[in-house]
């Protein structure tokens, strides 16, 4: 598993790195002991800088970041389910709403066939009294 290097690591690893291939070019190139620091800290600077950025990042930044998203999405999620229960509750009115007007169109259905079957029984009683009248039923 790869594990981040804290600074002081990185600075070390570095240094020896780099004492080891200036001591291997300072047999063959002429290096000198102020060369060597010079090539040091231009080195250790940069590395330096990305040790201290990677060490921030991963013990501040990342933890605070992943706080704020974790509360932003439980905010988010207290808001979906607000809003799904007035969508429920929307639903649920419009049914009922339905339901009652289905109820009344067959209550208002239900009496006009009443009326319309005596009013059609009335009509066959009067043609069966008339005389001239051979209905047949």
């Known amino acids: ?14 240094a020896i790195a780099l ?9 063959t190139t002429g290096w000198d002991a102020n060369t ?6 231009k080195t250790v600077g940069p590395l330096g800088i990305l040790g201290w950025y990677l060490y921030y990042d991963t013990k501040t930044s990342k933890p605070r970041r992943d706080r704020e998203t974790r509360e932003e999405r439980e905010l ?12 429920v509750d929307s639903q649920n ?15 208002a259905f239900a009496s006009t066939a009443t009326r319309m ?5 009335k009509m066959i009683q ?6 001239g009248c051979h209905a047949e039923v």
Request: with cysteine.
């Open 76 to 87: 988010m999620a207290k808001s979906h389910d607000a809003r799904i229960d007035k969508l």
């Open 117 to 121: 079957a005596d009013v059609h029984e």
């Open 19 to 27: 004492i080891a291939d200036s001591s291997a070019a300072s047999t």
């Open 36 to 41: 060597m620091l010079e090539t040091f800290l």
């Open 126 to 131: 009067n043609c069966f009294h008339r005389n």
């Open 93 to 107: 009115k419009t049914a009922d709403v339905f339901a009652e007007s289905l109820k009344a169109q067959a209550e």
């Open 1 to 14: 598993m790869l594990q981040i290097l804290t600074p002081p690591a990185v600075v070390f690893f570095t």
